[in-house]
């Protein structure tokens, strides 16, 4: 299922069975003093991989490349902001090399929230399917489909530090925060529920299965409609 890992042949394999390419994109980013800093590329790689193994197909490597980042946005550092236009040309090239591949449709899972960033990588997948008709992309944040029942976006607090606890448990310590008194979400860098006492791997892995339970259907969907049109 990782590219990476795959020799040409297993490769040619798992595309011609179900060519979907997955791409689980994030930023190099603050995520508390308790998370790793890579937690949405990681976190992304952990649900694309879960997806891929209901659905079939191929899990690209890891895209580190964010767009409106606790950096400018809150003061953060340990955190990578690119702009705009690396973000798109990035998402542009490797839609176009899919394709060229041969992929009929590509899902990037956004595990980095920033609204701007969403939108620029959105952008660019409508535009690449205004002129595809014989492979489709699609671009979400792994929230979309779990948000209504009870695992919604948030920043490096309950439900990301779930994932983090449920994908790779040695990445996080929750020892490194403040263990006594209510939690500075501002000056700690976290945004959602209280992680000290509400994560949980738990929480982590009913999340994935939320995830895998409402997205792969419409993947397979996207699939059947367009080897229909090809
Ligand atoms: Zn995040």
């Known amino acids: 299922m990782r590219y990476e890992e795959m020799k040409p042949e297993d490769y040619r394999r798992a595309k011609e069975a179900a060519p979907i390419a997955y791409i689980p994109w994030g930023a190099h980013e603050w995520h508390g003093k308790h998370n790793p800093l890579g937690l949405d590329t990681l976190k992304a790689h952990g649900q694309c991989l879960a997806l891929c193994a209901e659905t079939g197909g191929v899990v690209f490597p890891h895209v580190y490349c964010g ?3 606790m950096k400018p946005h ?8 690119f702009s705009k236009e690396c973000v ?11 394709a060229d591949e041969g992929f009929k449709v590509i899902i990037i899972l956004m595990g ?9 990588i959105k952008e660019v997948v409508a535009d690449f399917n205004a002129k595809h008709s014989d492979c489709v992309a699609w671009a979400f ?5 779990t948000a209504d029942e009870g ?13 983090m606890m449920w994908f790779r448990p040695e990445l996080v310590d929750l020892t490194r925060l403040p263990q006594e008194g209510e939690l500075d979400k501002k000056a700690e860098g976290v945004h959602g529920l209280d992680p000290r006492t509400n994560a ?8 994935v299965n ?3 339970k409402n997205a792969a259907p419409k993947i397979r969907e996207l699939l059947r409609n367009a080897c229909s049109r090809s």
């Open 67 to 69: 767009f409106q980042t």
């Open 141 to 145: 944040p792994d929230y979309e489909p």
């Open 200 to 207: 949980s791997a738990k929480k982590g892995r009913d999340g």
């Open 151 to 163: 695992f919604p976006g948030e920043h490096g607090a309950c439900f990301e530090t779930s994932y």
């Open 210 to 212: 939320v995830l895998v």
């Open 112 to 120: 980095h929230y920033g609204h701007m960033h969403q939108e620029a």
């Open 88 to 98: 798109q040309l990035l998402a542009k090239e490797y839609l176009e090399q899919l």
């Open 74 to 81: 809150a003061g953060f550092d340990c955190t990578l902001e």
